[in-house]
């Protein structure tokens, strides 16, 4: 087994002050296609859980309007291990449904060559048994698109503590050839077939 070495902190008497400039390269400052594809784009630049938090309001206005019904707020049904009434795993109750609300941007996912890169959509943290109706948010450049998940389109194991994904690709190939249009296209096309397209709110 081989003897630790010295932390190489433990002697830092001052911290260094260095410019990030010898650090750093013109590519590191460049935007991501994602970060170009949704310059300027409502929510898209603000932090994941707050815009996860008012696209949930948005789409709870939508169920509204296209069920034609008030929700409400879920009971706190549930107990803790402590014993403590918690509040229930999903967002909202609609005519008797509980009703998940999951939503997400595009994403570029680059891939060493030769492999070529793709855009995906990926809705995280789904526990299938715990909502009757499964709502998909996706925000693309061009608007809010709204979706009801139905037959497991798309879903695959995240992690061991029962939570799922739900994936929607576009195609393969490379930039700028395949742009987040030539993209969006395909995965609204795929969502719709396997879903249903409940709605979309422009710009």
């Known amino acids: 087994m081989m003897e630790p070495t010295p932390d190489p902190f433990r002697n830092a008497d001052e911290p260094l002050v260095l410019p990030l400039a010898d650090f750093t390269t013109a590519a590191d400052h460049q935007p991501s296609p994602a970060e170009e594809a949704y310059a300027g784009v409502p929510f898209a630049d603000m932090a994941a859980p707050r815009r996860g938090l008012l696209l949930e309001q948005v789409v709870r206005r939508v169920a509204e309007r ?32 509980r009703v998940e609300v ?3 941007i595009l994403r570029y996912n680059h891939r060493p060559p030769p492999r070529l890169g ?27 698109y709204v979706y009801a998940h139905r037959d497991g389109y798309g879903l695959s194991v995240q992690d061991s503590q029962g939570r799922f994904r739900v994936i929607s690709r576009g195609p393969a190939a490379p930039l700028p050839t395949n742009s987040v249009g030539v993209a969006l296209d395909r995965i609204h096309r795929n969502l719709s077939t396997h879903c249903i397209h409940v709605a979309t709110l422009h710009f």
């Open 66 to 97: 296209v069920a034609d019904q008030a929700t409400e707020d879920p009971r706190r049904t549930q107990r803790n291990a402590q014993g403590s009434l918690v509040n229930a795993p999903y967002d909202f109750d609609l005519s008797g449904h």
């Open 102 to 104: 999951k939503s997400t």
């Open 118 to 144: 793709y855009w995906e959509a990926v809705w995280g943290n789904v526990r299938t048994e715990e909502h009757d109706v499964l709502l998909l948010a996706l925000l693309a450049p061009s608007g809010l």
